[in-house]
């Protein structure tokens, strides 16, 4: 019986997989069936097909620097951590966010796994991949509130946009309250994590599971940790994340310019104000990657801020080949040569100092097997 257990338990999350991925495809395929009936797709061909080597090279080139910056941001909030080691990790679980689906989750378990065979303990990478979490979250909120803002001073206030911008304003302190009262004391982050443990106790009672325990400890050593490299790196953490959010949208603007919306059709301004909103539209993990979400989102908003059908649809569809797309090649060769690779900790890796990845006093930096299997 005890045996059956867990063959049981894999049985569940195996058929969970399948059932997600079939609804995950009926939700894709019924999104492109609704789009590709408000454009010509010989006309879009034609837009994408239009475009010089010049424009092509020159979007392929923001392309490459758009994957580098998801490795600046881990390199901010992982001290220590190179850029190749950066690259491979975030190319990696990018590729399985956008494939599979609840591959958000599988690719933190990636993380975890690909950092420890870097010689990072768990408790370092959870605050590496909780800060970056943090951050990659406040600048969803912010961004459609600027947006916003801009399109106001535009002389495009309208009652609709003004209460967006002020849910969004409301979001967004929200969550830097929350974020400060856990980061304000021992005692604030003690409580924080007591709450939510019996927050959590009560859904797994749900679940049929049994309750968690030492939430609030975990909640106190992450506030340690957390101030330290924020009080050091938060101006680094800060300007990586906006810059890795700007260039997904400078891929877009450019994409647009290229196959034909000029700026008298859709200026760069609405053209934020949708880009920022189909960003918000991929925080619920409905399909992977938010394949289906997103391009909605886009070309609805784009074709109704006056771009033409065609235009805007092939301006999508390069803007996705270029960050949906590509991550997913580029990530499965990166995992390909992750785990044909023996790592192994070097000082750099456990160097310790302010903001560093170190162990702490009585803390060991956690060494794994080098291809540890990854927890799904």
């Known amino acids: 019986m005890v045996e059956q257990a867990p063959a049981a338990a894999s049985h569940r999350s195996r058929t969970r997989l399948v059932v997600q991925g079939l609804l995950s495809l009926v ?5 492109f069936y609704y789009l590709r009936k408000k454009f010509d797709p010989a006309q879009a061909w034609a837009a994408i097909t239009a475009m010089t080597g010049l424009e092509l090279s020159i979007l392929g080139l923001l392309a490459v620097w758009n ?3 998801y490795a600046f941001v881990w390199m901010m909030v992982t001290p220590g951590l190179g850029f190749r080691r950066a690259m491979v990790m975030t190319q990696a679980t990018t590729a ?53 803002a801009l399109v106001a001073l ?4 309208t009652g609709g946009r003004v209460v967006a911008a002020l849910l969004g304003i409301a979001g967004l302190v929200a969550a830097i309250v929350v974020f400060a009262l856990l980061l ?73 310019r290229d196959v034909g919306v000029s700026e008298a059709e859709v200026g760069w301004v609405e053209v934020l104000a949708v880009f920022a909103f189909a960003r918000l539209a991929t925080a619920i993990p409905l399909t992977p990657g938010g394949a289906g979400f997103v391009e909605g989102v ?25 960050t949906w797309a590509l991550p997913i090649l580029v990530g499965i060769g990166c995992y390909g040569w992750w785990r044909r690779r023996t790592w ?16 702490s006093p009585g803390e060991a930096a956690v060494t794994t097997n080098p291809h540890p299997r990854v927890r799904r």
């Open 27 to 31: 939700l894709v395929v019924a999104i």
């Open 298 to 322: 886009l070309f609805t908003g784009l074709v109704g801020a006056g771009g033409d059908p065609a235009q805007v649809a092939a301006a999508v569809v390069v803007y996705r080949a270029l």
């Open 184 to 256: 304000r004391s021992e005692e604030a982050a003690r409580r924080f994590g007591l709450l939510a443990g019996r927050i959590a106790t009560r859904l797994r009672r749900i679940l049929r599971r049994g309750p968690v325990a030492g939430w609030e400890l975990a909640t106190v050593k992450f506030r340690a940790r957390t101030v330290d490299l924020v009080e050091h790196r938060w101006v680094g953490i800060t300007v990586t994340s906006l810059v890795s959010h700007l260039s997904l949208y400078v891929v877009l603007l450019v994409a647009l």
């Open 344 to 359: 192994t900790a070097t000082p750099q890796d456990t160097a310790s100092g302010p903001g560093g990845t170190g162990p």
């Open 67 to 69: 994957l580098c910056t």
């Open 154 to 157: 535009q002389g495009g206030r």
């Open 96 to 148: 399985v966010a956008n494939t599979v689906p609840g591959g958000s989750a599988i690719g933190i378990g990636m993380t975890y796994s690909m950092l420890g065979s870097w010689g990072y303990s768990r408790s370092r990478s959870t605050t590496a991949v909780l800060v970056s979490g943090v951050w990659n979250s406040f600048i969803k909120l912010a961004m459609p509130v600027l947006a916003l």
